[in-house]
């Protein structure tokens, strides 16, 4: 788990570009606060940095960048299987002489080229220079973050976009699709970021670049489309269940590989509880569970503690102390994402994942596990509703000449429009934010949104609202807000939820099944193997913060920003229909602050003049 930071350009590397790279792989330091490194080769304009978070072979010959040959790699992230790969790539003859993952990426790139990504378990995104060309790679889920600009020098890339906005000409200049889905998701879908030449690249991809130009572009892995079958929805059978669970006790497996303190953060929920008893019983292994306690929030100790007495492993509770964040949150959010993110679950996940460094370095953790089991309220909303959603909206367009504006004056219809688009999409959105859906609806934009953002391909809407969060939320908003949150306390967190081997066992199930028997109905089958009744039928709470600490200016006005033009949140703000929208008014300012407050660097012609000095 680390940062990086590179760029291969047109042109040679000039003067003070080097310096200004070096200054902007600094701001990554709480990324990898254990060494920093660099790979210079100013004629070919390459430069490849490196800021490292020590977790697995300590020493310094597993720095980076690590040099083999003609090559050269900056990467971030873990390549759980790479012991296993170790043994396929000894019978070739290629051996390390490093003990970690680094290397063995290094050997399976030279050996398998692009289809080495094919073979890796892991989170990683990287930078790999060959010798000729540039390699960017992003892994299957999004786990680790790759930022990317370009312009006419050539590509700049980073593990967090504040990196780049120091060296990138590249205004905050949000088209009206943009601002629309902002406003409905409270995040940009990747490779969206709102910034002029700034993307953020989607999971599961590989860039070649040559020359400082990108050449090809391929996404060498996306999930799947689940099962849907016809006719009766079929039981979860013990063999069902027990595929998945060897899948993700592989996966768990395979995540403990660490030479730093390694534990678990265990709430009184399903997913992590779940991760705890394939801990104990299926692998026997006493990790040190931590829970952070939040007394003025949704408080998990004593439910963590009773799933941890009963399973006889380690536990600690760490009573958390404000340490000041969110006095005003919509800046916060801004400097910590480096673009608009509504997802406040970030700064709690800081504060937890300072309070608990101490104790591990490297934390267990149950996220994907609502995505993967159909674990949010609104999948078993959309699922409970279908049959309704279905007949009522052609009804209502039945009554409507005969009702004509009466229509609107029954409570009952009040309370169901939202809903009644038929457009999976956008009851999405209505569930999402509810009594401003129909104002969201009337944004320019609004219907490229979802259109080409929202696209359910004819799903049922709990099975493609689910889909979509696998696709987009968990990675630009979930995902994002854990590793944002815990990066910037030096902690790497994983997850056995995000394997491909385990989203395939799942994917082959009639997604049906997953829904209709009730949410998480797998996850709580195989934690009834393990756990008695009074602890699985826990009524599920989530990692809910302690929002008062949070929120103390979320409503306050919103400020003019000067060049959003046609998308002027302010403009937005003065017309919204619901000022008491909690969520809208956080993304309101997010939007506004973003043009505020990132200012566009020196135009290229002054910042090539300023290199040459």
């Known amino acids: 788990m680390c940062g990086i930071l590179g760029c291969l350009l047109s042109r040679p590397l000039l003067g003070g570009e080097v310096e200004r790279l070096r200054d902007a792989l600094g701001t990554l330091a709480h990324r990898g606060p254990d060494g920093q490194g660099e790979h210079v080769d100013?004629?070919?304009?390459?430069?490849?940095?490196?800021?490292?978070?020590?977790?697995?072979?300590?020493?310094?010959?597993?720095?980076?960048?690590?040099?083999?040959?003609?090559?050269?790699?900056?990467?971030?992230?873990?390549?759980?299987?790479?012991?296993?790969?170790?043994?396929?790539?000894?019978?070739?003859?290629?051996?390390?002489?490093?003990?970690?993952?680094?290397?063995?990426?290094?050997?399976?790139?030279?050996?398998?080229?692009?289809?080495?990504?094919?073979?890796?378990?892991?989170?990683?995104?990287?930078?790999?220079?060959?010798?000729?060309?540039?390699?960017?790679?992003?892994?299957?889920?999004?786990?680790?973050?790759?930022?990317?600009?370009?312009?006419?020098?050539?590509?700049?890339?980073?593990?967090?976009?504040?990196?780049?906005?120091?060296?990138?000409?590249?205004?905050?200049?949000p088209s009206e699709e943009d601002v629309a889905a902002f406003l409905c998701l409270g995040f940009l879908p990747a490779p969206r970021t709102g910034y002029r030449g700034l993307e953020r690249v989607l999971p599961g991809t590989h860039l070649t670049i040559r020359a400082g130009r990108i050449v090809s572009r391929r996404r060498y892995w996306k999930p799947s489309a689940p099962s849907i079958e016809r006719g009766a929805i079929p039981p979860l059978d013990e063999n069902t269940v027990s595929s998945v669970e060897d899948a993700l006790t592989a996966s768990l497996e395979r995540r403990l590989i660490s030479d730093v303190p390694l534990g678990l953060f265990l709430s009184s929920g399903v997913d992590s509880g779940l991760v705890a008893v394939l801990l104990a019983r299926r692998l026997q292994r006493d990790v040190a569970a931590v829970t952070v306690s939040f007394p003025d929030g949704a408080d998990e100790a004593e439910g963590a503690g009773a799933i941890a007495r009963h399973l006889g492993i380690t536990h600690t509770v760490i009573d958390s102390r404000d340490d000041g964040s969110g006095q005003d949150m919509?800046?916060?959010?801004?400097?910590?994402?480096?673009?608009?993110?509504?997802?406040?679950?970030?700064?709690?996940?800081?504060?937890?994942?300072?309070?608990?460094?101490?104790?591990?370095?490297?934390?267990?953790?149950?996220?994907?596990?609502?995505?993967?089991?159909?674990?949010?309220?609104?999948?078993?909303?959309?699922?409970?509703?279908?049959?309704?959603?279905?007949w009522l909206g052609p009804v209502v367009d039945m009554l409507r000449p005969v009702l004509g504006d009466r229509l609107q004056d029954v409570a009952q219809w009040k309370n169901a429009r939202d809903f009644l688009f038929r457009d999976p999409a956008w009851q999405f959105i209505?569930?999402?934010?509810?009594?401003?859906?129909?104002?969201?609806?009337?944004?320019?934009?609004?219907?490229?949104?979802?259109?080409?953002?929202l696209p359910f391909d004819g799903m049922p809407a709990a099975i493609g609202a689910r889909m979509f969060d696998i696709e987009h939320t968990l990675p630009s908003s979930y995902i994002a807000a854990i590793?944002?949150?815990?990066?910037?306390?030096?902690?790497?967190?994983?997850?056995?939820?995000?394997?491909?081997?385990?989203?395939n066992a799942v994917a082959k199930i009639d997604q049906r099944a997953l829904i209709a028997h009730g949410r998480k109905a797998l996850a709580l089958r195989m934690l009834g193997r393990y756990l008695p009744a009074s602890l699985v039928s826990r009524k599920k709470q989530g990692f809910v913060m302690p929002?008062?600490?949070?929120?103390?200016?979320?409503?306050?006005?919103?400020?003019?920003?000067?060049?959003?033009?046609?998308?002027?949140?302010?403009?937005?703000?003065?017309?919204?229909?619901?000022?008491?929208?909690?969520?809208?008014?956080?993304?309101?300012?997010?939007?506004?602050?973003?043009?505020?407050?990132?200012?566009?660097?020196?135009?290229?012609?002054?910042?090539?003049?300023?290199?040459?000095?």
């Open 42 to 173: 100013a004629e070919r304009g390459l430069y490849l940095g490196h800021r490292r978070l020590s977790i697995v072979d300590l020493s310094e010959s597993n720095a980076q960048p690590m040099r083999r040959g003609s090559s050269v790699l900056s990467f971030n992230g873990e390549i759980y299987n790479f012991r296993e790969l170790a043994r396929e790539l000894a019978a070739f003859g290629d051996r390390p002489i490093t003990s970690g993952d680094t290397e063995i990426l290094l050997l399976a790139w030279h050996r398998w080229r692009g289809a080495a990504l094919d073979r890796f378990d892991g989170m990683f995104a990287f930078g790999l220079f060959d010798g000729d060309e540039l390699h960017l790679a992003t892994d299957p889920f999004g786990e680790k973050p790759l930022y990317l600009f370009e312009n006419t020098d050539g590509i700049y890339f980073a593990s967090e976009p504040g990196a780049l906005h120091s060296l990138a000409d590249s205004p905050f200049a």
């Open 547 to 613: 929002r008062a600490r949070y929120l103390h200016n979320a409503g306050a006005a919103v400020p003019r920003p000067s060049h959003l033009g046609a998308a002027d949140p302010a403009a937005i703000w003065n017309n919204r229909l619901d000022p008491a929208n909690e969520g809208l008014a956080i993304r309101l300012k997010l939007l506004a602050q973003a043009a505020e407050t990132v200012t566009s660097p020196a135009s290229e012609q002054s910042r090539i003049a300023a290199a040459t000095g």
């Open 430 to 453: 209505a569930v999402k934010n509810g009594g401003v859906v129909n104002w969201l609806r009337q944004l320019p934009g609004a219907r490229a949104v979802t259109g080409s953002i």
């Open 330 to 390: 919509a800046s916060e959010l801004l400097l910590l994402y480096g673009e608009p993110n509504d997802n406040s679950t970030a700064l709690p996940v800081r504060q937890m994942c300072r309070a608990a460094r101490n104790k591990m370095i490297v934390a267990l953790s149950g996220s994907g596990g609502d995505e993967l089991f159909f674990g949010y309220q609104k999948y078993a909303f959309l699922w409970d509703k279908r049959h309704l959603n279905r």
């Open 483 to 503: 590793e944002r949150g815990s990066m910037q306390a030096s902690v790497e967190v994983r997850t056995p939820f995000l394997s491909r081997d385990v989203y």
